[in-house]
């Protein structure tokens, strides 16, 4: 196997209770570990730590790595064909935004996030969110809500789909380009931290398309100037804070 690189050459993991749609590396094939899930997709970037995150963001969010669990780099590294540094590069990062914990001597532990911690941190990022997206509502230009509507139809896309995973980022790109009309990129980095803590255990695809279509009806009042209608909507895709 070399070493810091991707192998390109995938097959479909063939082991009982894998989705049938999940692709590992093809020297993993007939390797299982307890606790230890097989890789999710594919990664196909130049960078490997890179593709590794991507992959293990992506694990996390479609449910293959599970909260309380621990898994370990080296494990983790032979299913995706590379070696444990740039899975244990990746795992620390996921740790900095506090997707995983830290277990000396064993690997990383899914962060299990219960409803009142999430409930928080949806709090916080209505408090910070809500009073920019009101604000902008009455000074960006027509032309500038238009062109955010690509990422509005690539969240109702994932959501038809069930891709949790893609789900997730294009919800966060979408916050993120409306947020990046303010011209703070503090608050939108902020911001984006917030919402990938608050990113919960796996939606039902009901509730995808339900989150979706706010983004979808929050653009279309917008563009029409119905401002009571956006801040409706602001706050109810938010939490309704009472900001």
Same mark, same amino acid.
């Given at each position: 196997?070399?070493?810091?690189?991707?192998?390109?050459?995938? @097959?479909?993991?063939?082991?009982? $209770?894998?989705?049938?749609?999940?692709?590992?590396?093809?020297?993993?094939?007939?390797?299982?570990?307890?606790?230890?899930?097989?890789?999710?997709?594919?990664?196909? @970037?130049?960078?490997?730590?890179?593709?590794?995150?991507?992959?293990?963001?992506?694990?996390?969010?479609?449910?293959?790595?599970?909260?309380?669990?621990?898994?370990?780099?080296?494990?983790?590294?032979?299913?995706?064909?590379?070696?444990?540094?740039?899975?244990?590069?990746?795992?620390?990062?996921?740790?900095?935004?506090?997707?995983?914990?830290?277990?000396? &001597?064993?690997?990383?532990?899914?962060?299990?996030?219960?409803?009142?911690?999430?409930?928080? +941190?949806?709090?916080?990022?209505?408090?910070?969110?809500?009073?920019?997206?009101?604000?902008?509502?009455?000074?960006?230009?027509?032309?500038?809500?238009?062109? +955010? @509507?690509?990422?509005?139809?690539?969240?109702?896309?994932?959501?038809?789909?069930?891709?949790?995973?893609?789900?997730?980022?294009?919800?966060?790109?979408?916050?993120?380009?409306?947020?990046?009309?303010?011209? &703070?990129?503090?608050?939108?980095?902020?911001?984006?931290?917030?919402?990938?803590?608050?990113?919960?255990?796996?939606?039902? @695809?009901?509730?995808?398309?339900?989150?979706?279509?706010?983004?979808?009806?929050?653009?279309?009042?917008?563009?029409?100037?119905?401002?009571?209608?956006?801040?409706?909507?602001?706050?109810?895709?938010?939490? $309704?804070?009472?900001?």
């Amino acid at each position: 196997m070399e070493q810091g690189r991707a192998r390109e050459d995938v @097959r479909p993991y063939a082991s009982e $209770g894998t989705p049938r749609d999940v692709r590992v590396p093809e020297q993993a094939r007939g390797e299982h570990i307890h606790s230890e899930p097989p890789a999710p997709r594919a990664v196909q @970037r130049h960078s490997v730590r890179g593709q590794i995150l991507d992959a293990l963001r992506a694990a996390l969010a479609d449910g293959d790595l599970a909260p309380g669990e621990v898994y370990s780099a080296p494990a983790l590294g032979a299913r995706f064909g590379v070696s444990a540094t740039p899975v244990r590069e990746a795992m620390q990062r996921l740790a900095v935004e506090g997707a995983v914990e830290v277990v000396p &001597n064993r690997g990383f532990r899914v962060s299990e996030r219960g409803p009142r911690e999430r409930a928080e +941190l949806a709090e916080v990022r209505a408090l910070i969110e809500v009073p920019v997206m009101l604000r902008l509502a009455r000074t960006v230009p027509v032309a500038g809500w238009c062109a +955010l @509507r690509p990422l509005a139809d690539a969240t109702a896309a994932a959501a038809r789909t069930g891709d949790r995973a893609a789900y997730a980022e294009s919800d966060r790109a979408f916050h993120r380009a409306v947020l990046a009309l303010s011209g &703070n990129q503090q608050l939108v980095s902020v911001a984006d931290d917030l919402h990938r803590r608050a990113q919960g255990p796996p939606a039902r @695809r009901a509730d995808l398309i339900a989150d979706a279509s706010q983004h979808i009806a929050l653009l279309d009042a917008l563009v029409a100037r119905d401002l009571a209608g956006a801040r409706s909507l602001v706050h109810e895709h938010l939490g $309704g804070a009472d900001v």
